[in-house]
């Protein structure tokens, strides 16, 4: 049989790099993109075949996916930075691409898309009426894929929690609880005690993504599913989570220092960004996952300690 051709857009990401992982573990050709593609198969070695190339170009992003089964979209702009400007050109550079070779785009999907009238049980049907400026874009990104669709470009979005694991650089838990390549000595928590808050785990992201393209015949044209992953009820379970693994049953959480990213904003571009998404702390949202149930029966969920144990350890936080 033929080998099936996936392209890998963002693979030097965090869910780009699981998902080329779990379809080369499938048995998948895994292309990537790369404006330094010599440099990344030099330093290279788990079997992704690099392209040269920008996913701002739209040619770049047509000729690399050429054969292609599916194109994960996974790339995102540097540091929460220039979305206005990236997000939806290159999202456009997909579809082009997925239009010409006949690919699926899977997107991993976010939980800005939502405001205060969907909150805070989301579902798949809610509403969509943002109240952040990435929220918007994000809106207009699905939109275009949904519209796309009726033309016979056919896309997957896959909504999820805070990603956490051992290869993921921009993300709240890398940013915000730890700190990467020093041992855990105290958690900075974002959110209040008492107030949920909603992780997934990369590797479970990536396989819940494997399973549902490999339900293709059950999905719709544009089809879009949740996760629940791990839902921490009172935002206190994941702090207990990272004392268990550290081997410090009384780790201390202090407070995420808000306060101070007004203050460094104008010097460090990325706190500006994240003061606008400060919201998802202060209330439980919740994505319901039923409808992800019914088509795959059960949802890949690693334990808890487990999933930190990879990812501590992938984040050279644990010590030798």
């Given amino acids: 049989m033929k080998q099936q051709i996936a392209l890998v857009l963002?693979?030097?990401?965090?869910?780009?790099?699981?998902?080329?992982?779990?379809?080369?573990?499938?048995?998948?050709?895994?292309?990537?993109?790369?404006?330094?593609?010599?440099?990344?198969?030099?330093?290279?070695?788990?079997?992704?075949?690099?392209?040269?190339?920008?996913?701002?170009?739209?040619?770049?992003?047509?000729?690399?996916a050429e054969g292609a089964?599916?194109?994960?979209?996974?790339?995102?702009?540097?540091?929460?930075?220039?979305?206005?400007?990236?997000?939806?050109?290159?999202?456009?550079?997909?579809?082009?691409?997925?239009?010409a070779s006949g690919a699926r785009i899977i997107l991993p999907g976010t939980v800005y898309n939502y405001g205060a009238d969907a909150f805070p049980d989301l579902r798949e049907s809610s509403p969509q009426n943002p109240s952040t400026r990435k929220g918007a874009i994000r809106v207009q990104l699905e939109r275009r894929l949904r519209q796309a669709a009726q033309d016979g470009v056919r896309s997957l979005v896959v909504r999820a929690g805070d990603f956490f694991g051992p290869h993921m650089a921009n993300s709240w838990f890398s940013q915000g609880l730890v700190k990467p390549g020093q041992p855990v000595a105290a958690v900075s928590y974002p959110g209040q005690r008492g107030i949920g808050h909603q992780w997934a785990y990369l590797p479970d992201v990536a396989e819940t993504m494997m399973q549902l393209i490999e339900?293709?015949?059950?999905?719709?044209?544009?089809?879009t599913f949740h996760m629940n992953g791990h839902w921490d009820a009172d935002g206190t379970e994941m702090v207990a989570a990272i004392g268990r693994v550290t081997g410090q049953p009384g780790l201390k959480a202090k407070s995420f220092p808000w306060w101070l990213l007004p203050l460094a904003a104008p010097f460090v571009p990325v706190f500006r960004e994240l003061r606008e998404m400060s919201y998802l702390w202060r209330q439980p949202l919740r994505l319901d996952n039923r409808r992800l149930l019914q088509l795959l029966g059960s949802e890949p969920h690693t334990r808890l300690d487990e999933a930190l144990k990879a990812t501590l350890g992938g984040m050279g936080c644990l010590k030798q």
């Fill in 215 to 223: 339900h293709e015949p059950a999905l719709a044209a544009f089809d």
């Fill in 10 to 64: 963002g693979a030097t990401g965090g869910i780009g790099n699981a998902m080329a992982k779990k379809l080369m573990q499938r048995g998948w050709q895994v292309r990537a993109l790369h404006r330094r593609a010599d440099q990344m198969a030099a330093s290279e070695c788990g079997g992704i075949v690099w392209r040269q190339g920008d996913a701002m170009q739209e040619q770049d992003v047509i000729a690399a």
């Fill in 69 to 99: 089964s599916i194109i994960v979209h996974a790339v995102n702009p540097p540091g929460y930075r220039n979305w206005a400007q990236l997000v939806v050109p290159m999202i456009d550079n997909s579809i082009a691409a997925a239009r």
